[in-house]
């Protein structure tokens, strides 16, 4: 009950809250547009007196104009939460826009999405569609220079570039090709050992209007020749350079010394570019440079157009027409050097789809365009069927889960009124009709269920002040002995443990030390560990050597205890003087011994058996019992245990061991016992993980000083 009253406050400080932050937000609002009134008025002052604003009016009036459009924009943010809170408060239109959002937007987002997919993919295409016209340019120029150097090869006094037909095919075929012969000096070719050189004079042909024939090659071009793009500067109509192309192919004479090479230049010039529209459907412009610090040595001329202004640029318009560039890699004639170069195109979508959509399928003389149209008008036909189909779905779904939403809306209204005795009608035999059958049944276990949480409640006070009164049963460590070191904990692995240790003085320079471990753990060992302390208090008068002490304790702890239960225990006697310990160990976890000497870890475990048994009377228990008498040395280190310790786990049900103690002992052997302890607990935590410990956990740390 009390959970629900401080729900239910929160919830009435929320709706008080509400109102006050929103009158708030609203004072602010008006401020503001009053502050941006104000510095206005300062603007408007001057203009109504028929002068100009001076620079500190003008400022205000800027500033007044900067506040009044945050103070708009704020006010329609307001007003959209405001609008949005009132239409969303009903389940009903969340869910009739949960179904927009979900049925109608992403419909429209793919065809956006296609549409942008289509446009990327036609620009791609259209830039894809000019580098291979490009390369088969190209590959032509190379074709003829290679033509050429056969014919020059065969006769050298005759040969293509001589031959009146054939420079008129190539010059009818385009417009402006031009050849020439130019030497070559200090070339060796591997490839073409023993071929002896054909002496050939220096030859031209074709009109040379772009550039002057070239008088010899550059260092850079080598046996293999060259074709591509190479780029030149040429004089535009006002006067200035701009860096074009010329796709340029060079074949050497197949000689080892070759004397000569054919240099063929084709000029990107206007009609080849009108025929690349006419093969591709795009509108293409010139070449251009994409690096505006790079200056070609070449300086030539623009090649004039046969019939002006026809370079296709009426091609590639249409649905969906865009610009774009095709790059492409030039050279530098001069270095070699690879720049970049690209090619103004215009693409269209019609164009582009005739080219490749004009082909007959083969069915009944339909097109592939044809085809395609069917096949679009199909899917969208079907997409639109399923789309209303859904939305109607959906719609009547939402009217079904809103009816079920406002019955458990009122449903829990009740319940924070604290009406347990409300039943919510089923209205349907589905998920939501369970739903409210559940309802109805939660409703009746409430009250149980608060009732329980009170108990518990209960019980974790009653563990916690079971768990202080037992803290103050462990003692604290001694130190009024001269000479003795004294460090001891007890972890409980729930509120209340079932570990006990004591320190019982017997004489000035003698102290009994005890450790024990009730078996189990929680609110009925920790009752053990209460009798016991008590059992032990009253029998450490009686008994000095720790073996007949842990006999008595047995006689005493058999008749009283649980016969399904067990405790293990380890007494021992320090005598300062004598310097010397006198123990007795009843079935617990050995004892440890770190010598200042020898530097090891010396594991004492005499025989004995576990505490409360009452199999024979007490005398198993009594011949089994061994007493040991260890030296001790000034710096020993005496260390007792309870078996929560070495039997710590991983995830992996991997034990801690005494193993891993003793090599810990031995890296901290000259620590101060804190330290020692703070080690200790650092290397469990380290190896399991820091879970919560399984077992209690209980340790004495004895040094002799």
């Known amino acids: 009950m009390a959970a629900f ?3 239910e406050s929160d ?18 609002l008006l401020r503001l547009a009053g502050a941006g009134l104000l510095a206005k008025l300062a603007e408007w002052g001057a203009l ?17 104009s900067v506040v009044w459009i945050v103070a708009a924009v ?3 943010w307001l007003l959209f939460r405001r609008a949005r809170r009132r239409f969303e408060w009903r389940v009903r239109h969340k869910l009739v826009l949960s179904y927009i959002f979900a049925g109608v937007v992403p419909v429209l987002l793919a065809g956006a999405f296609a549409l942008l997919v289509a446009q990327l993919l036609l620009l791609s295409l259209s830039s894809f569609l000019v580098r291979q016209h490009m390369m088969t340019l190209q590959v032509e120029t190379q074709t003829l220079a290679r033509a050429e150097v056969a014919a020059l090869t065969r006769a050298p006094s005759r040969g293509v570039v001589l031959d009146s037909t054939t420079t008129t095919s190539i010059d009818t075929r385009y417009r402006w090709a031009s050849m020439v012969v130019v030497p070559v000096a200090g070339l060796t070719c591997p490839a073409e050992q023993g071929r002896t050189s054909v002496r050939v004079g220096r030859r031209r042909a074709g009109a040379w209007a772009h550039l002057e024939p070239p008088r010899a090659l550059p260092a850079w071009v080598t046996c293999a020749g060259f074709a591509g793009l190479v780029g030149y500067r040429a004089p535009q109509s006002d006067g200035t350079l701009t860096t074009t192309a010329v796709m340029r192919a060079v074949v050497l004479e197949p000689a080892e010394r070759p004397q000569w090479a054919v240099t063929v230049d084709l000029p990107v010039s206007q009609e080849v570019r009108a025929a690349m529209a006419v093969v591709t459907g795009l509108a293409i412009g010139e070449v251009g440079s994409n690096d505006p610090q790079w200056r070609p040595d070449l300086i030539g001329r623009r090649v004039a157009s046969v019939t002006p202004g026809d370079d296709g640029r009426d091609t590639g318009q249409g649905l969906f027409s865009a610009s774009w560039l095709a790059f492409l890699d030039a050279v530098d004639w001069s270095t070699g050097d690879t720049v970049a170069m690209s090619m103004n195109i215009t693409t269209g979508l019609l164009p582009v789809y005739r080219q490749v959509t004009d082909a007959p399928t083969g069915f009944r003389g339909l097109t592939v365009g044809g085809a395609l149209l069917a096949a679009v008008i199909l899917v969208g036909g079907s997409l639109l069927i399923v789309q209303a189909f859904a939305l109607y779905s959906g719609f009547s779904l939402a009217r079904q889960i809103t009816d079920a939403v406002d019955d458990l809306a009122d449903g829990t209204a009740r319940l924070r009124a ?10 349907a035999r589905d998920q939501l009709g369970e739903l409210s059958t559940s309802f109805n049944a939660m409703t009746g276990e409430v009250r149980a269920l608060l009732g329980e949480v009170a108990q518990k409640e209960r ?7 079971a768990r202080a009164i037992q803290q103050q049963l462990l003692p604290e460590a001694p130190t009024h002995l001269a000479g003795l070191d004294v460090l001891a904990y007890c972890t409980p692995a729930r509120e209340v443990a079932g570990d006990y240790y004591d320190f019982l003085p017997i004489s000035d320079t003698t102290i009994g030390v005890i450790i024990a471990d009730v078996a189990g753990k929680g609110l009925a060992a920790g009752l053990y560990m209460a009798q016991l302390k008590v059992i032990v208090q009253s029998l450490s008068h009686l008994h000095q050597a720790p073996r007949e002490f842990l006999r008595a304790v047995n006689r005493v702890v058999s008749r009283n205890i649980d016969p399904r239960s067990f405790i293990t225990m380890t007494y021992g006697v320090i005598d300062l003087e004598r310097r010397e310990l006198t123990f ?11 010598a200042s000497r020898a530097g090891d870890v010396e594991v004492l475990a005499p025989d004995g058996m576990v505490v409360g048994l009452t199999v024979d009377g007490g005398e198993m228990f009594d011949s089994v019992l061994e007493q040991r008498t260890v030296a001790l040395s000034p710096g020993d280190l005496l260390v007792w245990f309870t078996d929560g310790i070495t039997e710590a786990m991983t995830t992996g049900n991997e034990c801690y061991g005494e193993a891993r103690l003793a090599a810990l002992l031995r890296t901290h052997a000259g620590a101060p016992l804190g330290d020692l302890r703070a080690a200790l607990e650092q290397d469990l935590d380290a190896f399991t993980g820091h879970a919560d410990p399984h077992d209690d956990m209980t340790m004495i740390l004895l040094r002799l000083t």
């Open 584 to 594: 007795a160990r009843a079935g617990h976890a050995p004892l440890m011994r770190l």
């Open 5 to 7: 009253s401080t729900a």
């Open 459 to 465: 019980l974790d006070q009653e563990m916690r002040a």
């Open 418 to 427: 604290r009406d347990f005795t409300h039943v919510i009608p089923v209205r």
């Open 48 to 64: 109504a007196a028929g002068r100009a604003p001076s620079a500190w009016q003008q400022a205000l009036g800027t500033l007044g």
């Open 11 to 28: 919830r009435h400080r929320d709706r008080t809250a509400t109102p006050g932050g929103a009158r708030t937000r609203r004072g602010w």
């Open 74 to 76: 704020w006010a329609l």
